[in-house]
């Protein structure tokens, strides 16, 4: 028997086609124990938290739980908080009141150090509580875990946009820049070579941001594929970069995190290589689709964040805390998986890139092994044809009371 | 019995989800004809003409065909060419050196007044053959006809990715721009708004290419909405303009047929309203996508563009010329229509903008006459769940035996 109590879930960072599939496979896990009286939803994240915006998630109709399991973005709303000493110190103040024992935080290895931290001070202020993380994000950057919840969708998202749009720009006989995010890792970038049918088919070259690219090289790598084909069409991560210049294109602006915004790679190469290769070239930057195309989720997606999230609260009344729940690869085909966990310690504030051995040696393309891993995650769903267009639902908040002062936050 | 002799198709202009099911419709329909004894395609359009690039279509696997049916772009290959005089003459020296009597050209109203123009090329010089236009644009600027195969498409994938951001948006509390192609005419603009299941859902605010903004308005328009919403959720048409400015952005280069391109707008209005709302705000721009993106391609579209394509050869055999093929409605709930016929005068150059009526009194929405007119064409396939990604076929390409001598294009 676990501790007794109340617990509270969060949602961090960017959404994803599937953290609501993470959501409900607690909210649903949750449900029949005797362990958990109220389960609460933060709204906005760490945000909600901070301002007691709790609703009561045993509240709302069971039906549209399961509508929300296929809902992209966030249901509860997202943050990008991220917290200092005293935020984590009212996180607890927070959790007293409201008699909370058990926290559960689905993001990225950032939210993940967030939950370590918060565990930290839970435990030298002697106030029980599990804490337990749930991955997500479509970057694929988390560290242990097979693969992240979110990955599957974002990357089938961007290989079906590419093969659309590389079969518009050999129409033309253009050349095709995509933009594909992805700071620093170009799991995403890379996924959309799984794309291809038949050798040869587009993407023809794909840049991922662990290399530095050449620009000579890059050059005649185009020359190259369009005397052939007739058509080049290169994916490329948003934090692509020449070997002798900073980010191609970088904002002045910076987001919560202290991260400069990116955007406006595949822009600023489509200008360059229309100059120097004398052929029309255009651009396509699939931005933010990436995280919310919910008509080309990928299955295995769907599947593996809802077992997170199930497992996130079985774990937890078993008394597992200070972890974050990850995925284990059994077999690549058939694709076998299963839950499994690590410490918050060893995932936060880490980051996995691809590694260097499955990108190709002239760094313009993925190796095969990066087909094998990639290539089942991103398989589609058997559900029925949907010939309407999309509508999702929304929580009916059931606000829970607030009991404390307002929080002013320290600059 | 009509003119006994060889016919030939070509695919003009930006491409479309169903293009080739217009060729694949004319195909089939030619197959068993005992007027048509070769089917050619232009390869590249009227490139292809002009090059004498033909192939012949009757020597492609049917099994290949009935896949083109449902291949994104144009499988023949496309043309931004617009003919001049030599052009035209040229085009009937290759019509008379391979016994063309049947030309098919599926384009917008730029191709539409290239094939006018053709044939009365045709008829001063006694060459019998019969000119029929397919119609096709993603636009939806045609005139007569009561769409355009190629919108319906266009306008699902439009209206389907908004609301997708639109959640996106909500989760993070942000303003979202989404750039929606469209120069002059806000058909797919405005259909985004016909993705509202509810009253108050994405798109809050609406801006056709039609009207010209007040930029006080426009503003007080994305605070109101943003008070009330927490998010506010922009479409805008590439050729948006405030009403004492030119085109928001415009590039500086211009493309084949002397239009300036587009694109940027987007962007420079996300930046203005997170400056003056002092909410962070993005933009997406779904670009090339609209084009080409099989996945949420419309039922009504495949039908309609297939059943233009094949009326096209069933009226030319009938001796009807210089006309376009067109679409009418007899019923907007059930769907009805059946396939007509205008005089290329009647549409060639001309185009069909939004009529301000359908456009809200205050110019930031539509009217429900709009949605009306929009829905029913923009409703998905009755397809079997693809699990896999997208695989599409191209031609086999067995080319025609060159009889004249090259051609060079007068500058």
């Not at 918050?344 to 095969?368: C, F, H, R, Y």
Request: with cysteine.
């Amino acid at each position: 028997m676990g501790l007794k109590g109340n617990a509270v879930i969060g949602q961090s960072g960017g959404p994803t086609c599937v953290i609501n599939a993470s959501l409900v496979g607690a909210i649903q896990a949750a449900w029949d124990l005797d362990e958990i009286e109220h389960f609460y939803g933060a709204v906005h994240g760490l945000d909600g938290i901070l301002n007691e915006q709790l609703i009561d998630l045993f509240r709302e109709d069971p039906d549209l739980i399961e509508e929300m399991r296929f809902t992209p973005s966030a249901g509860l709303g997202t943050s990008r908080l991220k917290p200092k000493e005293p935020d984590l110190e009212r996180t607890l103040e927070v959790f007293k009141a409201h008699d909370v024992r058990y926290f559960f935080y689905t993001g990225g290895d950032d939210s993940q150090l967030a939950c370590h931290l918060f565990s930290e001070l839970a435990k030298s202020s002697d106030w029980e509580i599990e804490v337990v993380g749930i991955p997500k994000t479509i970057d694929n950057n988390l560290v242990v875990t097979d693969n992240c919840p979110g990955f599957g969708s974002a990357a089938r998202l961007a290989a079906s946009a590419v093969q659309y749009l590389a079969r518009d720009a050999e129409a033309f006989g253009n050349l095709e820049v995509v933009e594909i995010m992805g700071r620093h890792e170009g799991w995403l970038t890379g996924a959309t070579a799984v794309g291809r049918a038949d050798e040869g088919e587009a993407p023809h070259l794909v840049y991922l941001p662990e290399v530095e690219v050449n620009p000579d090289q890059f050059l005649d790598d185009v020359k190259r594929v369009y005397a052939e084909k007739g058509t080049c069409v290169i994916a490329v991560s948003e934090g692509f970069a020449f070997a002798e210049s900073e980010v191609a294109t970088t904002s002045d602006k910076v987001d919560e995190f202290g991260h400069a915004r990116l955007g406006g790679v595949a822009s600023a190469l489509a200008d360059m290589v229309e100059e120097e290769v004398g052929v029309r070239a255009r651009f396509d930057r699939l931005g933010n689709l990436h995280r919310c195309f919910m008509g080309l989720a990928s299955q295995v997606d769907l599947d593996e964040a809802y077992a997170v999230g199930k497992s996130a609260v079985e774990r937890a009344v078993a008394a597992e805390t200070d972890i974050m729940v990850t995925i284990t690869r059994n077999s690549d085909e058939p694709f076998e998986w299963e839950v499994d966990s690590t410490s918050l310690m060893s995932v936060a504030g880490e980051s996995k890139p691809v590694p260097l051995e499955w990108i190709s040696e002239e760094q313009n393309d993925i190796t095969e092994e990066f087909v094998t891993y990639c290539k089942p995650l991103i398989q589609g769903r058997e559900a029925p044809a949907d010939t309407g267009l999309p509508s999702f639902p929304r929580f009916h908040k059931h606000f829970v009371e607030p009991k404390l002062e307002k929080y002013v936050r320290p600059q």
